[in-house]
């Protein structure tokens, strides 16, 4: 089922759904006449979008709002922060070419901390989805849920059959005790290819796909930062408030002491370019990485 | 309307403002923009909105949403006359002893939204309005926002939307007291031809006296102004309404008086001599 095939059957089910938009109709081109008063396209505003949802929400409505999510997260953030977060309001943001996926766009349009200042909204879930299978298979549970979350929509063709997504949960990929990756999103494909890598090397590896960045699956996480020898974290976000920060916090509220091998963006925005190009440019191809994991545990890169 | 009505709205306004006026002394707050939209917000809760003081959560009710929310002790003080709420926890409003506070927000019974954040609530308005439309629901949706406050961007945006989406369920209010924080609007940030922006931006305009409880009767008894656009009301008010010692005063826009000024304002609110006010301007922002 598509995206919007799986968004019609849960409007369908459930009267309080409503489809907004500022003007981005990529994954929801042929809701407009399907739904009739329940989609809105408010046009390139996504501050008036946001406010709307609000009203809508108060209403006993449950928004499902798409925009490009640097412009959703970021144009709209105080209408966010202050009309969703502080009310708590069930809105579903969904943010579209987020991380890598803006290809050639340019910085103007890369959302590469919209997890940093989303997860910062008290009350605000923040979803990964690693592929359009999880982007529409944890669909019907997060519209469902009566918090607000966003939802950083994944429209990449699955290379991977998933175990079941489960709220909060995430999916864990192997056992291996050398090194233990965690990854979301966009570069979940990279660091699967990486697992082969490091396992062609003689390296035994745990893959966790983290897919709920907030609230995230504290059981899993603390098993592969102990259980590891070497942890990597890897996510097309900056360094500062992305997950690799999260697990700093984690490691050091737990007692954890330990190093994490960080594979993201830094502090720079990226090369604008087609994704396969901007990968290979930014050093994020599964080769790169696997030299890079293979370098710290001393092993030789083969 | 009775004559006896515009009575009943004149000794409650009068009421409303020495509420506003002691709330001034313990704590402070923003007497100005307070005194300027209270005729607006005694007139609309006694003779306009749709609402039933007991039942603030009726779903049959209008709704009014306060955008400019550093007013709100103008719209508390309609809430003490109409008994909402307490009159007497006003004094801590700017304590933690309650959910009073400068800005208005959703514990206080009869707050529709959280404001204060300039710009936000005409879009939220605006979505309870779509509701209220795609449903058939004849409530109507009534927003007041501050002269000041069209500096936003997002206000223009919002207006753009609602005319887009024939909100004619709405009503846009602008108390427009001609002070935005620290001076004249237009020594600032011109606003004028208002009326004008208003109607190119898809609206249908009235602009009215503020303080003439007449006046917004006319205004308010035509909406919707016409089918398929949203309703705007300007109305003309003036910033520190009633007392001559601070009116458009640019630099009483908050204030903190002490016990002695506040009954001595309250005299000057009922037709004593000027208040002598001493105590420090506060710069608010």
């Given at each position: 089922?598509?995206?919007?095939?799986?968004?019609?059957?849960?409007?369908?089910?459930?009267?309080?759904?409503?489809?907004m938009?500022?003007e981005?109709?990529?994954?929801?081109?042929n809701?407009?006449?399907?739904?009739?008063?329940?989609?809105?396209?408010?046009?390139?505003?996504?501050?008036?979008?946001?406010?709307?949802?609000?009203?809508?929400?108060?209403?006993?409505?449950?928004?499902?709002?798409?925009?490009?999510?640097?412009?959703?997260?970021?144009?709209?953030?105080?209408?966010?922060?202050?009309?969703?977060?502080?009310?708590g309001?069930?809105?579903?943001?969904?943010?579209?070419?987020?991380?890598?996926?803006?290809?050639?766009?340019?910085?103007?349009?890369?959302?590469?901390?919209?997890?940093?200042?989303?997860?910062?909204?008290?009350?605000?879930?923040?979803?990964?989805?690693?592929?359009?299978?999880e982007?529409?298979?944890?669909?019907?549970?997060?519209?469902?849920?009566?918090?607000p979350?966003?939802?950083?929509?994944?429209?990449?063709?699955?290379?991977?059959?998933?175990?079941?997504?489960?709220?909060?949960?995430?999916?864990?990929?192997?056992?291996?005790?050398d090194?233990?990756?965690?990854?979301?999103?966009?570069?979940?494909?990279t660091?699967?290819?990486?697992?082969?890598?490091?396992?062609?090397?003689?390296?035994?590896?745990?893959?966790?796909?983290?897919?709920?960045?907030?609230?995230?699956?504290?059981?899993?996480?603390?098993?592969?930062?102990?259980g590891?020898?070497?942890?990597v974290?890897?996510?097309d976000?900056?360094?500062?408030?992305?997950?690799?920060?999260?697990?700093?916090?984690?490691?050091?509220?737990?007692?954890?002491?330990?190093k994490?091998?960080?594979?993201?963006?830094?502090?720079?925005?990226?090369?604008?370019?087609l994704?396969?190009?901007?990968?290979?440019?930014?050093?994020?191809?599964?080769?790169?990485?696997?030299?890079?994991?293979l370098?710290?545990?001393?092993?030789?890169?083969? | 309307?009775?004559?006896?009505?515009?009575?009943?709205?004149?000794?409650?306004?009068?009421?409303?403002?020495?509420?506003?006026?002691?709330?001034?002394?313990?704590?402070?707050?923003?007497?100005?923009?307070?005194?300027?939209?209270?005729?607006?917000?005694?007139?609309?809760?006694?003779?306009?909105?749709?609402?039933?003081?007991?039942?603030?959560?009726?779903?049959?009710?209008?709704?009014?949403?306060l955008?400019?929310?550093?007013?709100?002790?103008?719209?508390?003080?309609?809430?003490?006359?109409?008994?909402?709420?307490?009159?007497?926890?006003?004094?801590?409003?700017?304590?933690?002893?309650?959910?009073?506070?400068?800005?208005?927000?959703?514990?206080?019974?009869?707050v529709?939204?959280?404001?204060?954040?300039?710009?936000?609530?005409?879009?939220?308005?605006?979505?309870?309005?779509?509701?209220?439309?795609?449903?058939?629901?004849?409530?109507?949706?009534?927003?007041?926002l501050?002269?000041?406050?069209?500096?936003?961007?997002?206000?223009?945006?919002?207006?753009?939307?609602?005319?887009?989406?024939?909100?004619?369920?709405?009503?846009?209010?602008i108390?427009r007291?001609?002070?935005?924080?620290?001076?004249?609007?237009?020594?600032?940030?011109?606003?004028?031809?208002?009326?004008?922006?208003?109607?190119?931006?898809g609206?249908?305009?009235?602009?009215?006296?503020?303080?003439?409880?007449?006046?917004?009767?006319?205004?308010?008894?035509?909406?919707?102004?016409?089918?398929?656009?949203?309703?705007?009301?300007?109305?003309?008010?003036?910033r520190?309404?009633?007392?001559?010692?601070?009116?458009?005063r640019?630099?009483?826009?908050?204030?903190?008086?002490?016990?002695?000024?506040?009954?001595?304002?309250?005299?000057?609110?009922?037709?004593?001599?000027?208040?002598?006010?001493?105590?420090?301007?506060?710069?608010?922002r």
């Amino acid at each position: 089922m598509t995206y919007e095939e799986e968004l019609k059957r849960i409007c369908d089910k459930d009267s309080r759904v409503l489809v907004m938009t500022a003007e981005n109709r990529a994954a929801i081109r042929n809701l407009p006449e399907m739904l009739g008063d329940r989609f809105i396209d408010v046009g390139i505003a996504e501050q008036t979008m946001v406010g709307m949802a609000a009203g809508l929400a108060l209403m006993g409505n449950r928004p499902v709002v798409h925009a490009l999510a640097a412009f959703l997260t970021m144009r709209a953030f105080e209408f966010i922060r202050t009309d969703i977060g502080i009310s708590g309001m069930p809105v579903k943001l969904v943010g579209s070419v987020a991380g890598f996926l803006s290809d050639a766009n340019g910085p103007t349009h890369q959302a590469i901390e919209d997890i940093s200042i989303m997860k910062g909204i008290p009350g605000m879930n923040v979803f990964c989805p690693a592929d359009i299978s999880e982007s529409v298979e944890a669909l019907e549970d997060i519209i469902t849920d009566d918090s607000p979350w966003y939802i950083r929509y994944n429209p990449l063709k699955e290379v991977y059959k998933h175990e079941p997504v489960i709220k909060g949960k995430a999916e864990l990929i192997g056992n291996g005790k050398d090194v233990g990756i965690f990854v979301y999103g966009t570069l979940f494909s990279t660091a699967l290819r990486v697992k082969e890598i490091l396992e062609s090397a003689g390296l035994g590896v745990s893959l966790l796909n983290v897919r709920f960045i907030k609230p995230f699956d504290t059981e899993k996480v603390h098993q592969i930062l102990t259980g590891c020898g070497t942890v990597v974290c890897i996510e097309d976000h900056f360094s500062e408030g992305g997950f690799g920060s999260v697990l700093a916090n984690f490691c050091f509220q737990n007692s954890i002491n330990r190093k994490i091998i960080n594979i993201n963006l830094g502090e720079k925005w990226f090369k604008p370019a087609l994704l396969d190009d901007v990968l290979a440019y930014e050093g994020f191809t599964p080769e790169e990485i696997s030299r890079k994991i293979l370098l710290s545990t001393g092993k030789k890169y083969v | 309307m009775a004559s006896n009505n515009y009575e009943i709205m004149e000794k409650r306004a009068l009421a409303v403002r020495e509420h506003i006026i002691r709330m001034s002394g313990c704590g402070g707050c923003f007497i100005g923009a307070s005194l300027s939209c209270a005729d607006l917000l005694v007139y609309i809760y006694s003779d306009f909105l749709r609402f039933d003081p007991a039942d603030t959560l009726n779903p049959g009710r209008d709704y009014f949403l306060l955008s400019k929310g550093h007013d709100v002790p103008a719209l508390y003080g309609v809430f003490a006359e109409l008994g909402i709420i307490d009159a007497l926890r006003l004094k801590d409003h700017a304590t933690t002893k309650d959910n009073i506070y400068w800005h208005p927000n959703r514990n206080i019974p009869g707050v529709e939204y959280y404001s204060g954040s300039l710009g936000h609530l005409l879009s939220v308005a605006m979505g309870i309005a779509w509701d209220l439309k795609i449903k058939d629901n004849s409530n109507r949706v009534i927003v007041l926002l501050g002269d000041g406050e069209l500096n936003e961007g997002s206000v223009w945006e919002g207006l753009l939307v609602a005319a887009a989406k024939k909100l004619d369920n709405l009503l846009i209010i602008i108390d427009r007291n001609h002070f935005q924080a620290n001076m004249r609007t237009e020594e600032l940030t011109p606003l004028e031809p208002l009326e004008a922006k208003f109607a190119a931006f898809g609206c249908e305009v009235i602009r009215v006296k503020g303080h003439s409880f007449t006046d917004l009767d006319k205004a308010f008894s035509k909406f919707p102004f016409s089918g398929g656009k949203p309703s705007v009301i300007i109305a003309d008010t003036v910033r520190g309404k009633g007392l001559p010692s601070i009116e458009e005063r640019a630099d009483r826009w908050f204030a903190k008086f002490s016990d002695d000024e506040v009954e001595s304002l309250i005299g000057e609110l009922h037709g004593q001599e000027n208040a002598r006010i001493h105590s420090e301007i506060i710069i608010a922002r």
